[in-house]
């Protein structure tokens, strides 16, 4: 039975890391405000198709003889024809709800990756390592706070004070 390395987190830290992510007002605000008009979209689409389809039924002169078979096949390739553009619309609406998911998802998760590693640097002594996060990246307010505690420590470092930050100790 093989057992995670001594650094790495466990399962429970890493759910809880999520749940905590899906709390932040960005995921509770934008992302769904994006998906509710991406959906707005789509029905507007398939109300467009619909009536289209029913247009058309309606345009078609019908024959002179009463055959009833005209009429079925009609309504059966117009049906047919609708089904597969909504299929094709409902693909595409998925796809764009994955996208917009993917993208946002990646401007939450990302900034993560650049604060293992100043905390990293910061443990290995390195307190000239920053946090550079893109613009409008999720989490800035504690980006700028991590660098600013490693000015604090550096600064603490170059006065050889070793409590990190001269609070008196007892």
């Known amino acids: 039975m093989s057992t995670a390395p001594a650094g790495s987190p466990?399962?429970?830290?890493?759910?809880?890391?999520?749940?905590?992510?899906?709390?932040?007002?960005?995921?509770?605000?934008?992302?769904?405000?994006?998906?509710m008009v991406m959906s707005v979209l789509f029905a507007s689409l398939c109300a467009g198709l619909?009536?289209?389809?029913?247009?058309?039924l309606l345009e078609i002169e019908p024959p002179t003889t009463?055959?009833?078979?005209?009429?079925?096949?009609?309504?059966?390739?117009?049906?047919?024809?609708a089904l597969?553009?909504?299929?094709?619309?409902?693909?595409?609406?998925?796809?764009?709800?994955?996208?917009?998911?993917?993208?946002?998802?990646?401007r939450v998760?990302?900034?993560e990756?650049?604060?293992?590693?100043?905390?990293?640097a910061l443990k290995n002594g390195d307190y000239s390592a920053r946090v550079a996060l893109r613009p409008g990246d999720a989490f800035?307010?504690?980006?700028?706070?991590?660098?600013e505690l490693a000015e604090v420590l550096a600064s603490d470092e170059k006065a050889g004070d070793p409590t990190g930050g001269g609070a008196p100790q007892g």
Request: glycine share 4%; hydrophobic share 50%.
């Open 84 to 106: 597969g553009a909504m299929a094709v619309l409902a693909l595409l609406y998925s796809m764009a709800v994955m996208a917009v998911w993917l993208w946002h998802s990646r």
């Open 66 to 81: 009463a055959d009833s078979s005209f009429y079925a096949n009609l309504i059966d390739d117009q049906m047919s024809s």
């Open 50 to 56: 619909g009536h289209h389809t029913y247009t058309s």
């Open 10 to 35: 466990s399962i429970l830290n890493t759910r809880r890391r999520m749940i905590n992510t899906f709390k932040l007002p960005e995921f509770q605000f934008r992302l769904p405000v994006v998906i």
């Open 109 to 111: 998760m990302g900034p």
């Open 140 to 147: 800035m307010g504690l980006a700028n706070d991590l660098n």
């Open 113 to 120: 990756v650049a604060f293992r590693r100043h905390i990293e």
